[in-house]
């Protein structure tokens, strides 16, 4: 086969024998810069003295396109037959005249044999060295071109092995009778090997070399050199094909489609540890047919590509289906196996156009490693499939469809051998972003019928070229999307995306929303309540410009001038577009007339591109409107307290009693809180500390003080805190404002507010200080602040929260954004003031929540606060009862989602929706980070159906979701939370899931919205204090479930009931480090094994222990079977001695106790499906290897813990450890008495997993 070069554009690197090989993205039209380059060339008498002089003419003619010098090109040569002899080295000629000289004298060398493999030893050995011209160590280029006419008569791998083991560039041309598959394995990539059987092409060749040798000299082309292997045997690769659904490849042609993969899969060996393969289809929008972890077997896997049929649709979105691909296929969840280095594919066959943009998705892809070919069939855009595939040589293109069949061969072989890619890009120099580069730009869009499907694209067209115009991030240009007809929805939030590929690849796969009535006064409300706040990513505050870009194709049906006005006032620059009829009305919305600009139709907005684009890109906003001087009516004042209420954290419901009257002053004040004002003390605040003296005065003047009603304590802070008063020093409200009126400030430079946070939770919130919060009395925290603080406040701020303290903050001067933000318990409670002068302004803003709020406690289960890992899952009502208001119940998951720390070995969260069945939207082990269960979640759709069947839905969850092979993790002893929300009455019973449910360990939430089953709700729920009820779907909220998240513990979680044989039995084996690393410290390590025996219930048919002690070989003490009471167990581990030992050997240890511990005869019960523990305490790096007997371990079921003391960090027990949460490193001997209860915890929650894959090779 005949390989053509071009010079390669994308940037690309190819894993092969241990070499990376980078492609940059500049393009060089001739050779410069410098290189060593020697030509290894057959002198055989395979090739006839004319064939001999073609060759030497190639090189001749090569050379003379050459900057040939010390300091540039420099050349050597070698000739071989029978042995290799050298015709001139790399320094014997130092101008180009000489090396032509030279090679018009070169001769036939003439003998029966091509040692090739003896060849390139040679090179290594006699001209690749600094004494024969090679610059390798000053980092010139070392390049080798082998002309060869025939397969070697030696052994080749060894000096191939060499060769490339010191990243030497290896070109292969083969004339005559050359080998192609040896000619592969020489070259340091196939795209290298240039067969020219009849010496015609020699021209052509020469130029594809030239190309390739030029990028190699002016370094846009290197080589990372890895660890390499004499034999590179790639038998696991994971392969995505993505094929083109559409209707115009009909199903005639869509059978060759999958004929051809048929073909090319067959090739491979298929299995979870070898080859696997995915498939999407794709046309106006991707489908999954299977990820790449649904088909294990062969015969599955052709099943399934017979039953593919063709899914249609007329618009061929290659961009959008790249960017769903790289999103949903190449990830762990779906069985990607990146992270564990296996090669990652991506084949696109495609028979048409795009009609988005592919570069950018291509681009993506090719970052995230994953190497991509484009195979185009029919009318398809070449410069498309040049800008998917991830270098030339990977495009393929035929005439029609049936030709497919011809590529096969020209697939496989890449697929076969390639070794995965990794991206290597010059670093640009990062300019200094200035103030003017940023902006909040939120684009609000009609998605009524009344735009209609075509104009919707050409709308999704125009904000792509407004948006590609901008520099996205998220210290850059920020965008949010709202689509709205009769109610307006968000695509997305300015801070859900921080990447330009992110915003483009959401804008192109936008689909229309429907409706027939446009509420644009509506939507102008929304973005401004929702979009243009601090939670959604807005940075007014930080003085950053706001946008608003209207695009609207029809009058409202309601009032836009007073939310006009509203955006206004509130800072927001608000430019319109619409179609010429309706840019009237449209005129009210705009900041100014000249920002109202009109089109024809949609189909006309590129027209108006560049006039939307420069106010867009040099307008600085218009100024907030000034606060309001008129007292607010009661409207104002409810929505103003609801909404810092339907916020907080850590209660069951937000109650505020509603005021009738019209401020303030006039709301009477009968509840009971306890109520701490943390003051900034520091000479910073100087003159101004009179300010917040009258402050506090005029806030605790309309508070009713008192031992039963308010109590007030007041704490100032700089570099400590000092205490004012306490809650319970005074009992009148006379005497708090007199010693509010004598505060004076305590001075200092600087300002510790996480050490004054911590000290207000620890020595103020308590008993002895006044606090009544274990009565129940809500806990309020005021902070005035003045400048950022020199401790982290983080810690102290989330402490805050656990312990149901509502935190107000008050900002001035110098304090710090993102600080304020996370102490706050909302930002509906975050005030922001130029300095404490103008303290007045806000104070009844503070006044309404101190004197309305209302919190109920509630007591959650231990298990589900202890620790920072809990398993969440949403079961949510997806019948059609729920209809259009399904984006109310997302917004509440989107609104809670924060409150986590999603993490692989953190929070998970899974979603699932039910009515007449269950659907998991996404599992718990799916997403490992906010942003990507935030992003899936604003996707959810309504799943639809007329029934509700609840009680199925709990059972589905529990044995599906919360299990172990749903992602669960109990067996970890990590808490699960299941929070139910429903529309109505099941139409199954609930009493018996919800049971299994609480007996499994799960801790229910229950809300129900409008006409529900109360006593359902409680039925269901943990507790009846878990259980909640709204309204209507407004009423979420005022709900608050943020509950997961406090400290405040009573009950327990309730234990699974125990049915008999294997949940009270486990088999303990104590693998403990006995070397000379122990010493002394052996007793303490007695003492534990000793405490942790004392906890369990010791016996044949119950517990049994065993213990293994190791340093260079392992030593059994004695075994599972050994003793069978505790009192035995404890006298054997009481008599041992320390085995000594200089060094640790953890991998003979291990394969130790899976050879024969973990065994029938020595007392194992695995076969039985008991529990089987293996608690190994190490004190440093094993020296050995230990992956494949911990990856044995894990695949027989056994559970192991890693505990480390000294040099034994985190590091060296992951590997080891069932998973990270396993892993206890403490800091000294006495640090293991602290771990007990923990570890004894998690040992009585393991369950045992029968795992079929056998473990081998023993």
């Not at 939310?563 to 927001?572: I, R």
């Not at 312990?803 to 102490?823: N, S």
């Amino acid at each position: 086969m005949v390989t053509t070069m071009k010079m390669h554009r994308s940037a690309f690197q190819l894993a092969v024998f241990g070499l990376v090989l980078s492609y940059s993205v500049t393009q060089t039209q001739q050779v410069q810069g410098s290189a060593d380059l020697i030509f290894l060339i057959d002198g055989s008498g395979h090739l006839g003295s004319n064939e001999f002089q073609l060759i030497r003419s190639f090189i001749v003619n090569f050379i003379q396109d050459l900057n040939i010098g010390p300091d540039a090109i420099q050349i050597g040569l070698v000739q071989y037959s029978n042995t290799p002899s050298t015709e001139f080295y790399l320094n014997t000629y130092p101008t180009k005249r000489g090396v032509l000289n030279a090679m018009k004298n070169l001769w036939q060398k003439i003998g029966d044999q091509a040692n090739t493999g003896k060849a390139l030893q040679f090179l290594i050995d006699n001209h690749f060295i600094p004494s024969a011209g090679s610059r390798a160590e000053e980092g010139v280029p070392q390049v080798m071109v082998l002309m060869t006419s025939r397969q070697s008569t030696d052994d080749v791998k060894r000096g191939v092995f060499s060769i490339k083991k010191r990243g030497t560039f290896t070109f292969v041309v083969g004339v005559k009778d050359a080998d192609a598959a040896e000619a592969k394995l020489i070259a340091t990539d196939p795209s290298f090997v240039m067969l020219i059987p009849d010496f015609q092409g020699m021209a052509t060749t020469r130029q594809g070399l030239m190309s390739l040798f030029s990028l190699v000299a002016t370094k846009q082309l290197v080589i990372e050199v890895g660890e390499p292997k004499a034999e590179v045997q790639i038998s696991k690769r994971d392969i995505v094909f993505l094929i083109d659904g559409s209707s115009s490849v009909g199903r005639a042609n869509f059978l060759q489609i999958c004929k051809l993969i048929m073909s090319i899969t067959d090739k491979f060996v298929i299995g979870p540890d070898s080859v696997q393969v995915a498939v999407v289809q794709y046309s106006d929008v991707p489908r999954t047919e299977f990820y790449l972890n649904t088909h294990t077997t062969q015969s599955a896997l052709q099943t399934a590509l017979k039953n593919l049929s063709l899914r249609g649709g007329w618009t061929l979105n290659t961009g959008a289906a790249l960017d769903y691909t790289s999103k949903n296929h190449f990830t762990r969840a779906a069985g990607s196996r990146k992270e564990d280095s296996v090669p990652q594919f991506l084949v696109l066959i495609t028979g048409g156009r795009s009609k988005d943009e592919v570069k950018h998705p291509a681009d993506t892809l090719k970052r995230a490693a994953v190497m991509i070919f484009a195979v185009g069939a029919g009318d398809v855009d070449p410069a498309q499939l040049h800008e998917v595939a991830i270098d030339p040589s990977l495009e393929f293109r035929v005439d029609d469809f049936h030709s497919l069949q011809e590529l096969q061969e020209r697939l496989m072989a890449p697929l076969s051998t390639l070794a995965g890619v990794t991206i290597v890009y010059e670093k640009p120099n990062v300019p200094v972003k200035k103030e003017m580069d940023k902006r909040d730009i939120v684009f609000l869009v009609d998605g009524s019928h009344n735009v209609g499907r075509r104009n919707l694209a050409a709308i999704r067209d125009f904000i792509t070229r407004i948006v590609t115009a901008f520099d996205i991030g998220s210290d850059g240009v920020r965008i949010g999307l709202v689509q709205y007809s009769d109610v307006a929805e968000a695509e997305f939030f300015l801070n859900t995306y921080s990447s330009k590929n992110e915003v483009l690849s959401h804008v192109r796969r936008l689909t229309q929303r429907g409706g027939a009535v446009l509420k644009t006064g509506k939507a102008l409300n929304y973005v401004l309540k929702y979009l243009f706040t601090k939670y959604s990513g807005s940075r007014q505050e930080e003085g950053v410009p706001q946008f608003l870009v209207l695009i609207a194709g029809g009058k409202s049906r309601d009032d836009v001038k007073l939310p006009s006005d509203a955006l206004s006032q509130a800072g927001v620059t608000t430019l319109v577009i619409g179609v010429e009829n309706v840019i009237k009305q449209l005129q009210e919305v705009s900041s100014d007339p000249n920002l109202a600009f009109g089109v024809k139709e949609f189909s006309y907005l590129p027209d108006i591109q560049q006039e939307i684009l420069l106010p867009l890109s040099t307008l600085t906003g218009v100024r907030k409107a000034s606060e309001r001087q008129t007292d607010p009516t009661t409207e104002e004042i409810q929505q103003d307290v609801l909404l810092p209420l339907s916020t907080l954290t850590g209660v069951k419901k937000i109650v505020s009693e509603m005021p009738t009257v019209k401020n303030t002053k006039e709301i009477i004040d009968t509840r009971e809180r306890d109520i701490v004002f943390l003051i900034d003390g520091s000479t910073k605040v100087g003159s101004t500390f009179s300010s917040v003296r009258e402050f506090l005065h005029g806030v605790i003047e309309h508070l009713n003080v008192g031992l039963n009603s308010n109590r007030i304590a007041v704490v100032q802070y700089s570099t400590d805190p000092t205490v004012e008063f306490l809650l319970n020093t005074y009992s009148s409200k006379g005497e708090v404002l007199d010693a509010v009126g004598n505060l004076e400030p305590k001075g200092g430079r600087t300002l510790n507010t996480g050490a004054a946070l911590n000290y207000v939770i620890r020595n103020v919130f308590t008993a002895a200080s006044g606090s009544r919060r274990d009565s129940g009395v809500p806990q309020l925290l005021v902070l005035l602040i003045s400048g950022k603080s020199n401790d982290n406040v983080k810690k102290a701020a989330e402490a805050l929260k656990k312990a149901a303290i509502v935190t107000f903050v008050i900002g001035a001067m110098d304090a710090d954004g993102k600080e304020l933000q996370d102490i706050a318990y909302s930002s509906n409670l975050l005030f922001a003031i130029q300095d404490f002068q103008s303290l007045p302004d806000i104070q009844d803003q503070v006044l309404q929540p101190l004197k309305t709020l209302i919190v109920e406690i509630v007591k959650m289960p231990s298990s589900v606060t202890e620790g920072n890992k809990r398993d969440v899952v949403f079961l949510i009502d997806g019948s059609y009862h729920v209809g259009t208001f399904f984006y109310l119940i997302r917004d509440l998951i989107i609104n809670l989602i924060p409150n986590f720390n999603l993490a692989k070995d953190k929070d998970q969260i899974s979603v699932v929706q039910y009515s007449d069945n269950a659907r998991i939207e996404f599992p718990l082990n799916a997403y490992t980070s906010n942003e990507q269960v935030l992003a899936a979640t604003r996707k959810l759709r309504l799943k639809g159906g007329r029934k509700l069947k609840t009680g199925f839905a709990l059972d589905f969850v529990r044995r599906n979701v919360f299990s172990r092979s749903g992602g669960g993790r109990q067996h970890l002893g990590i808490s699960q939370i299941l929070v139910l929300i429903t529309t109505g009455k099941s139409q199954d019973d609930v009493r018996r899931p919800s049971e299994e449910l609480k007996q499994a360990g799960i801790v229910p939430f229950a809300v129900g919205i409008g006409d529900v089953d109360r006593s359902e709700l409680n039925q269901v729920a943990y507790s009846p204090k878990l259980a909640f009820q709204v309204d209507d779907y407004w009423g979420l909220s005022d709900l608050d479930l943020h509950l997961l998240s406090i400290s405040q513990n009573e009950e327990n979680v309730p234990t699974p009931p125990i049915s008999g044989s294997a949940v009270d039995k486990r088999d303990v084996i104590f693998l403990i480090d006995g070397s000379a690393k122990i010493g002394k410290g052996f007793s303490t390590v007695r003492q534990f094994m000793a405490k942790m025996v004392e906890k369990f219930d010791v016996g044949e048919e119950k517990v049994q222990f065993g213990v293994v002690q190791f340093s260079e070989t392992p030593r059994t003490e004695f075994l599972l079977n050994t003793h069978s009471t505790k009192k035995g167990v404890l006298t054997a581990i009481k008599k041992l001695k320390i085995k000594r030992g200089k060094k640790i050997n953890i991998g003979r240890a291990l394969d130790h106790v899976i050879k024969s511990v973990f065994t029938s005869s020595a007392g194992s019960r695995l076969d039985s499906a008991v529990p089987q523990i293996l608690l190994l305490l190490t004190s440093g790096r094993s020296r050995d290897d230990v992956s494949q007997q911990a990856e044995k371990l894990r695949k027989l079921g056994i559970v192991l813990f890693g505990i480390g003391l000294k040099e034994a960090d985190q590091t060296v027990l992951e590997p080891m450890a069932y998973s990270a949460s396993l892993v206890f490193p403490v800091r000294s001997f006495q640090g293991l008495m602290d771990i007990q209860n923990r570890l004894q915890l998690i040992m009585k929650s393991v369950a045992i997993e029968v795992v079929e894959t056998p473990v081998e090779d023993f």
